[in-house]
């Protein structure tokens, strides 16, 4: 580990710990408090001394531990080999999990642990500049499809369970397009745990320093997004004003995007969670474990209604029960938009498929069907189910991957004939993209 992680650790390690035992003495408080009141008066002088108590130990205990970790950072640093977390694949997935659950709180309280929005390439970050891009990517083709993973996830998940349907390891979706189509795969890693609004932000940056710095002219883009990286995606088509006159230039490339399973109407999970820390937060008992669970990260909080927009979580209380206001964001215009959802239901289209969906995912919030006129406009011959599957089946999977493929095999070249040309972002403009 490099000393600025082995500081990130020993940081999350101290606030977790004193956290951890705030919530203990506050639940303790809250039991106490209820049987003192339940005696009354009478219990006053029993009251003040257990107090008295039970307020030094504990602070001495979360001091203590606190102290702790601090030292153990202090020590294990300068013990430091200098291997970075990347090395490893435990390391990476460690960190894909604990960015996904607390991305947040990583960002703020141990930057060195944080996962910003890269290109990878063998597990290495490739800097967003022609040179760097050039040695990645030898003999590259201009046409891209770039992949987005979901929630904890890395580059690496897009070869799940690789062995068993291929034989071999390092077989994705991006290897067989490139072997069968000719796309170039180019496969990015992010935060997950940051707002989706926030992710949506930085992959408007890397897409159009992506564009200006390939060895060769782009040609077109397919975006492909598992679960939350496809509403990334859409994030960050929106924000770069794909389809307006002042449209950042990359998105006239957008030819195709495909999203696998994306809650785009909101994740069941998430909301059942929203609920039950609002009702855990009415009892004095309970109140501590509601805060817990509302440390859980605000991309996992996007996943309740699917929020894209800045503005529908700024300022907001996102615990809150108040539903708040929600933007409709809807599909570029001119691209063609496909979905792929999944079921573990054999009959994907049957009333059990509808309930469990993928068990992550419901079918309508995968399709965008809200059953109003804020429904997504998928064409239901871009609508694509699969029984028999589950959400992690998405990420790499034959049948999956033969409908990816039946889509984009006539894909049509270029530019769209209708997108705006030479505005937006040039060359300069673009916010400095750091791997």
């Known amino acids: ?23 203990v003495f506050e639940m303790h408080r809250g039991i106490a408090d209820r049987a003192f009141d339940a005696v009354g008066p009478a219990a006053a002088p029993v009251r003040a001394v257990h107090d008295a108590i039970t307020g030094f130990t504990y602070a001495t205990v979360r001091g203590a531990l606190g102290g702790g970790a601090r030292a153990a950072g202090v020590v294990a640093e300068f013990r430091a080999s200098g291997r970075d977390l990347d090395t490893d694949r ?64 890395t580059e690496s998940s897009w070869c799940f369970r690789a062995e068993r349907h291929h034989g071999r390891a390092d077989v ?28 949506g932000r930085s992959l408007d940056a890397l ?10 002219p782009v040609q077109d883009v397919v975006l492909i997004g598992h679960s939350m990286g496809g509403l990334v995606a859409r994030s960050a088509l929106h924000q770069a004003g794909g389809g307006t006159p002042q449209a950042h230039r990359w998105t006239s490339l957008v030819r195709d995007t495909i999203t696998l399973g994306s809650p785009h109407l909101g ?19 309970t109140r501590p474990l509601a805060r817990l669970l509302a440390l859980r990260s605000v991309g996992i909080k996007d996943l309740r209604r699917g929020t894209l927009v800045e503005a529908d979580w700024s300022g907001r209380d996102l615990d809150d029960l108040a539903p708040g206001t ?31 969906g993928d068990l ?32 992690l089946d998405l990420l790499n999977h034959p049948l999956v991957y033969e409908r990816i493929r039946d889509w984009l095999v006539d894909r049509p070249e270029g530019p769209r004939p209708d997108a705006p040309r030479g505005s937006g972002l040039g060359v300069d403009e673009h916010p400095p993209i750091r791997a």
């Open 90 to 153: 435990a390391g990476r997935v460690a960190l894909a999990i604990l960015n996904g659950a607390h991305g947040d709180l990583v960002q703020r309280e141990a930057p060195g642990l944080a996962m910003g929005m890269t290109v990878r390439v063998d597990g290495r970050a490739v800097p967003v500049e022609p040179a760097a891009l050039a040695e990645a990517f030898p003999g590259t083709s201009g046409r891209l499809a770039v992949f987005l993973h979901g929630l904890t996830e």
């Open 207 to 216: 897409l159009g320093a992506l564009v200006d710095g390939w060895p060769v």
């Open 1 to 23: 580990m490099r000393a600025d992680e082995v500081r990130g650790v020993s940081q999350l390690a101290r606030v977790t710990l004193r956290g951890g035992t705030s919530r």
């Open 267 to 285: 994740a069941p999970l998430e909301r059942g969670v929203h609920r039950l820390t609002a009702a855990l937060a009415t009892l004095p008992e």
């Open 360 to 391: 992550l995912v419901q079918p309508r919030s995968a399709s965008g069907d809200t059953g109003d006129d804020d429904r997504l406009a998928f064409p239901p011959d871009s609508v694509h189910r699969i029984g028999g599957l589950h959400h």
């Open 172 to 199: 994705s979706y991006g290897t067989q397009l490139q072997a069968d189509l000719g796309l170039t795969p180019v496969h990015l890693r992010y935060n997950t745990g940051l707002h989706i609004s926030d992710n």
């Open 326 to 356: 929600h933007t409709h964001v809807p599909l570029l215009d001119g691209a063609r938009h496909f979905v792929v959802l999944v079921t573990v239901a054999r009959n994907p289209s049957g009333r059990v498929a509808d309930l469990l």
